[in-house]
């Protein structure tokens, strides 16, 4: 069997032309950005644009402001001939891969903020980072123009803080989130787990079993909040190599910290693991809501 036909473009002129010729087609345009270094997290998002959409764009652009002056913007991996044989085989149509002219051309001053939700949580070490993100995701979401655009839920706060900014900013852009994809050990999948050393790895998965114990507290009925943070602290500060930034239950909208037990809840976790930081999260369905 042939490869499916896959186009590439790097200026937004060429995307503009091409999604505007399938839009006046009658095509709907689904939208997936990233940083590349794809893995089966990624290609689910594809997959599920496929799905829902009659054409399905991809970005790959490794975005210099969201990362800190400490962190792995250098070294992050770069692998874009694997990346278009994954998008090809997850159903893309088109990979745009602008360059950091075009993305940030000369004497570039404008930024996006949503303020509350990027000081919290990610933010709160993380001095600029959702700056960074909602700035570049603006100029992504404006040069495709899709229909629906596919976020992960690994990144629980990046996609609440997007909504946020979708609806502040009138962006007419439906934006859909979908399921985290894990390793079969329980390890979120991130581009960043290539960094882990095998002892590293085996205490990285603390952040899921941490997760799996408040899933399965709340729904025993559990409804002390307070205690159920307590034992995912506990479970975390007991594992060797990994340093715990937070992990807490919070409103799934507002990402606020909450103490009693409501409809709908996330858990969260941030942690060091030598010098790579983990993520994940899992939403909190309580026993009431369960058996109803
Ligand atoms: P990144 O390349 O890290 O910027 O991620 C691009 C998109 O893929 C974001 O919307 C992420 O939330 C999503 N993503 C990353 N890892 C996963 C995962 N394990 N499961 C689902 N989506 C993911």
């Known amino acids: 069997m042939s490869d499916p036909i896959l186009a590439t473009v790097c200026e937004i002129p060429a995307l503009r032309k091409l999604v505007t010729s399938r839009r ?30 009659d ?34 085989g997850a159903g893309a149509d088109l990979v745009w891969t602008p360059d950091t002219s075009i993305m940030y051309p000369d004497g570039f001053s404008t930024h996006v903020t949503v303020k509350a939700l990027s000081r919290i949580l990610e933010g709160a070490t993380r001095t600029n980072h ?7 995701v603006t100029k992504l979401l404006l040069s495709c123009l899709p229909d629906i655009a596919y976020f992960g839920a690994k990144d629980f706060q990046q996609q609440a803080i997007i909504r946020r900014m979708c609806l502040d900013l009138n962006i007419p852009v439906e934006i859909k989130t979908c399921p985290i994809i894990r390793d079969t050990d329980g390890l979120a999948l991130s581009s960043r787990n290539a960094y882990l050393s095998v002892e590293e790895r085996e205490s990285g998965l603390s952040l899921s079993r941490a ?51 409501q409809p709908e809840m996330v858990a969260l976790i941030a942690a060091w693991v030598g010098a790579t930081r ?9 026993a009431s809501a369960e058996n109803s």
């Open 211 to 261: 997760l799996r114990l408040a899933e399965e507290k709340i729904a025993a009925g559990e409804t002390d909040l307070e205690q159920i943070k307590a034992d995912m602290h506990e479970l975390l500060h007991a594992t060797p190599l990994l340093k715990l930034d937070y992990a807490t239950i919070a409103d799934p909208t507002t990402l606020e910290d909450i103490s009693t037990v």
């Open 130 to 136: 959702f700056q960074g993100v909602t700035t570049v």
């Open 278 to 286: 983990l993520i994940d999260n899992c939403q909190l369905v309580p």
């Open 24 to 53: 006046q087609q009658g095509a709907t345009i689904g939208f997936v950005p990233t940083m590349g270094a794809l893995h089966a997290g990624h290609t689910s998002l594809i997959e599920a644009a496929r799905v829902d959409c």
């Open 55 to 88: 054409f399905v764009v991809v970005s790959i652009f490794v975005n210099p402001t969201q990362f800190g002056p400490d962190e792995d913007f250098e070294k992050y991996p770069r692998i874009l001939e694997q990346d278009l044989a994954k998008c090809a």
